[in-house]
């Protein structure tokens, strides 16, 4: 029993089931997905783009609950987890803003649209960069502790970017559009992809994570370590 | 009323090049993850480079 | 807790990121006593002092403070100290009495002109009172800083290297304050990494050397050889 | 929640000295401000500068440029907030007199509310002065909507000092100070910068406050938002 448990635990069973359920979505958007009429066949990048951008919103959401955790207990751990968050958030973030505007190119021709999600998307962007200018130097208590405030306020800021973006969206004429966002009124096995891709890039990230979190930590541990070996040289 | 206009404009062109952008898009995922996880080892590395010269060096305070 | 100790350290430890910079502090402190710390750069003195003065959280261990926890009682702690870094904590911009008045106000003193007229006559500055502090000498600012330190009555007194950039004029006026300040009853804490000034001021020596007290005791007296060849044989 | 009037007379001592200590703090901000000038006038020229180089960059046509002024004038204020902010961090870290106040301070959050009113107050006099700079240069009649635009100001000034203050004292801790402050604080303040943006346009096109409650209500959201999370977080960022 405790064996299964260790295997299940174990970061090549994770990164198994990441990549069958990833070759599962690639299966499903391009033979099971029906192409959709009115946009034809880059109606396809929505399941990536969109399951990007929700897996970018989760990871900010764990920065923010990392964050909090780590100013509340003081734990390196919590620390690790909210600055890899913060990073495979940025992966992700870079990838909805890059497919955003390929998707937009061929369906409401032109590359940049200032769609209410893109902006806020752009947004957190910027937000987040900072968040990473913030941890560029070595590991330093008093930078992960800004860091963190800036991680909570970034998630806070988001419903506030999401209002003033979409009320300064609907002053400006919109751009040529056939169908808003995306989802609705979508055909069952459309849904089923999108959801299995969903899943996909969750567990993709929380490989990712799990990855990166084990990275920052050993880095920890080692800097530790050197210290205590440069003292005992010294002393 | 630009919107249809434009829509059929698009909609007459031939499939192929609605695909590039498919391809584009998948392509560029492809890509960053790729260059995302490949750093990731990198840094992987550099701390293994690193671990292993602590162990040297505690080898070398351990035979002084 | 017996409130006549003024200080009471147990298993302080103080950790930065990686970095130990204290590793298991324990110290006790009568209550009117002056202790002085030595050790070499580097030995976290100024970050024991720093969590002495509530201005930075030790990772584990507690703190006393008159008989008040530093973390949980920050707010009752700070009005009892007086501290004096090698920074002076002066604002450049505005003139000896003005920074005095700005203390004052933020601790709440009464009679303020009064106390403001008294400190600056101990420091010997009250005939440049109202001279910008950024045209004052460095020994001026640092003396000045020294009337900032003791403005509020503090009973416990924390000086981090306080010798650092003073003149030889400072050097004795601030001497001279410590010894008036132990005849009030005032405990006073010193770090300092020089071992020839004015050893006889203290009552207690510690010796404090990579984040731990190697040595603690009473104080040698004036035999300062004495205490070199004890420095050397516990820091090396 | 204070059951005995023990804990309440302290609550009430407590208050009394939070005041005292946030006047103390304010008062020592504008005297040395009233000596030298030095943040105003940084401020101020920059902000007018904005606004002639901003001119230039739209152009000559009079109509363009009304349609934009709000958005100008909303620009020089945002950085107008981060130079007089910077400024602030270098008084306050020259001698480490940051270190200071933190020893005299009971409750930290006294530091935050002195270093907000004080940043809102300068910005209001910058306000006040290139308000009618930008009236004669933009052709813009400002006076009659003087009232309306009181309130759009105040909320928008208020949340540019709340979250400015909040990073510039996370700025001053860090190295590179005058990149990470601007980073930290234009995107964040994103959503404060469009709402006052268009609050202020509407009112310039002649409508009323009725037509433009969302914004404000948005703004008033977004200044209490900020205001609380900053009381909340305020310790972790002064400790050392």
């Known amino acids: ?235 | 009323m630009r919107s249809t206009r434009s829509l059929q404009g698009k909609m007459g062109e031939p499939m192929e090049k609605n695909f590039w952008y498919l391809f584009a898009a998948y392509s560029t995922i492809w890509t960053a993850l790729c260059v995302y996880m490949i750093r990731l080892s990198q840094k992987n590395k550099e701390l293994q480079a690193e671990l292993r010269d602590l162990q040297a060096q505690i080898a070398r305070v351990l035979t002084k | 807790m017996s409130t006549d100790m003024m200080v009471h350290l147990e298993g302080v430890i103080k950790r930065f990121g990686t970095m130990t910079a204290l590793r298991g502090i324990d110290l006790k402190l009568q209550r009117g006593c002056c202790l002085g710390i030595f050790g070499p750069n580097g030995a976290g003195k100024t970050t024991l002092l720093k969590i002495l003065a509530t201005l930075t959280r030790p990772s584990a261990g507690t703190v006393h403070i008159a008989g008040y926890d530093v973390v949980k009682e920050a707010e009752k702690v700070r009005p009892l100290l007086g501290v004096l870094s090698h920074r002076t904590f002066l604002y450049g911009r505005l003139t000896a009495w003005e920074n005095l008045q700005f203390y004052g106000r933020m601790f709440g003193i009464k009679q303020l002109a009064e106390r403001i007229t008294e400190v600056l006559q101990i420091v010997d500055l009250l005939a440049h009172a109202h001279q910008l502090v950024r045209t004052y000498s460095r020994g001026m600012q640092q003396r000045l800083a020294i009337a900032r330190a003791i403005l509020h009555y503090p009973t416990l007194l924390l000086l981090d290297e306080p010798y650092t950039g003073l003149d030889k004029h400072a050097v004795s006026r601030l001497q001279e304050l410590v010894l008036h300040l132990r005849s009030v009853p005032c405990t006073i804490i010193m770090s300092t990494h020089d071992l020839h000034g004015g050893l006889d001021l203290y009552d207690e020596i510690a010796i404090q050397c990579r984040g731990k007290i190697v040595y603690s005791g009473p104080s040698l007296g004036s035999d300062v050889q004495g205490f070199e060849q004890l420095y050397s044989a516990y820091v090396g | 929640m204070y059951r005995d009037s023990n804990s309440f007379i302290a609550l009430m001592s407590g208050s009394k000295v939070f005041l005292q200590q946030v006047l103390a703090l304010l008062a020592k901000d504008l005297k040395t401000e009233r000596r030298t000038r030095e943040i105003f006038t940084s401020m101020f020229v920059f902000a007018v500068l904005v606004l002639v180089v901003f001119n230039f960059a739209i152009g000559a046509d009079p109509e363009l440029i009304r349609q934009v002024a709000s958005g100008v004038v909303w620009i020089a204020l945002l950085f107008a907030t981060v130079l007089g902010l910077q400024r602030v961090g270098q008084l306050e870290s020259e001698e480490d007199s940051l270190q200071g106040v933190l020893l005299a301070l009971r409750d930290r959050s006294a530091l935050f509310i002195a270093k907000m009113i004080a940043q809102m107050l300068y910005l209001l006099v910058v306000v006040i002065c290139i308000l009618p700079l930008c009236g004669i240069w933009f052709r813009i009649n400002f006076i009659a909507c003087l009232g309306e635009l009181c309130l759009a100001f105040a909320l928008g000034i208020l949340g540019l000092s709340i979250v400015g203050t909040l990073f510039s004292m996370i700025a001053l801790h860090t190295r590179a100070c005058e990149v990470m402050l601007p980073v930290l604080f234009l995107p964040v303040s994103i959503p404060l910068t469009i709402a006052a943006v268009y609050a202020t346009a509407q009112l310039i096109d002649g409508k009323s406050l009725s037509d433009i409650s969302d914004y404000l209500v948005f703004m008033g959201v977004f200044d209490v938002v900020f205001f609380v999370l900053t009381l909340i977080v305020f310790d972790y960022i002064v400790e050392d």
């Open chain 1, 1 to 235: 029993m405790q064996k299964l448990w260790s295997i299940i635990r174990s970061s090549i069973f994770h990164a198994i089931i990441m990549y069958v359920s990833m070759i599962i979505a690639i299966y499903l958007v391009f033979i099971y997905a029906p192409t959709e009429k009115m946009q034809g066949i880059v109606q396809k990048i929505f399941y990536f783009h969109v399951s990007s951008a929700i897996t970018m919103f989760f990871a900010f959401f764990v920065v923010c609950v990392a964050s909090i955790m780590y100013l509340w207990k003081d734990s390196d751990w919590w620390d690790a987890v909210a600055l890899s968050a913060a990073e495979i958030g940025v992966v992700f973030c870079t990838l909805v803003l890059i497919t955003g505007p390929i998707w937009a190119r061929p369906i409401w021709g032109t590359w940049w649209s200032w769609d209410p999600t893109l902006t806020l998307t752009l947004v957190l962007w910027l937000i987040y960069v900072a968040y990473l200018m913030l941890r560029i130097e070595v590991y330093d208590p008093k930078r992960a502790r800004f860091a963190a405030i800036l991680g909570i306020v970034g998630f806070v800021d988001v419903p506030l970017i999401r209002w003033s973006v979409e009320k300064w969206r609907t002053l400006h004429p919109k751009p040529v559009l056939i169908q808003e966002g995306g989802t609705t009124g979508l055909p069952f096995a459309m849904w089923q992809t999108f959801v299995v891709c969903l899943v996909a890039f969750l567990l993709l990230f929380f490989y990712l994570l799990r990855e990166r979190v084990s990275v920052a930590q050993s880095r920890h541990a080692l800097e530790g370590l050197r210290h205590e070996i440069d003292e005992i040289l010294a002393g």
